[in-house]
């Protein structure tokens, strides 16, 4: 199983990231699994963003805002974080990672750094 990230490497500030997870010998719908979106930053270490489950049920880190949204489609084996209105604060590393049964991250994406600057 892995997990392969690509997306958007350096926007501007107020642009938005489009970040996408493809996983390949699972599926988002696989029972009890956990699909995460995390980002590590020099000065704050890991932060957990958010986390979709089965397609439906997703979950947000309470530091998120309304400009945060993580969403799958309908092949099942990508999701996808979206960060609106960025600011150079959101520059971090960003990761995506299975979590079976809520007990641990087990797989990671490759990461994907992203930078905001004008």
């Known amino acids: 199983v892995q997990l392969q990230q690509s997306g958007t490497g350096l926007v501007k500030p107020s642009q938005t990231i489009s970040l996408t997870c493809t996983i390949s010998g699972d599926s988002i719908t696989t029972n009890d699994y956990y699909w995460s979106w995390s980002r590590k930053t020099p000065g704050k270490g890991l932060e957990w963003r958010g986390t979709i489950k089965h397609s439906s049920s997703v979950y947000y880190s309470p530091s998120h805002n309304s400009s945060t949204s993580i969403s799958s489609d309908t092949s099942n084996i990508q999701f996808t974080l979206q960060l609106s209105s960025v600011t150079p604060e959101d520059t971090a590393v960003y990761f995506c990672?299975?979590?079976?049964?809520?007990?641990?991250?087990?797989?990671w994406g490759q990461g994907t750094q992203v930078t905001v600057s004008s």
């Open positions: 990672a299975r979590d079976p049964y809520g007990l641990g991250y087990d797989l």
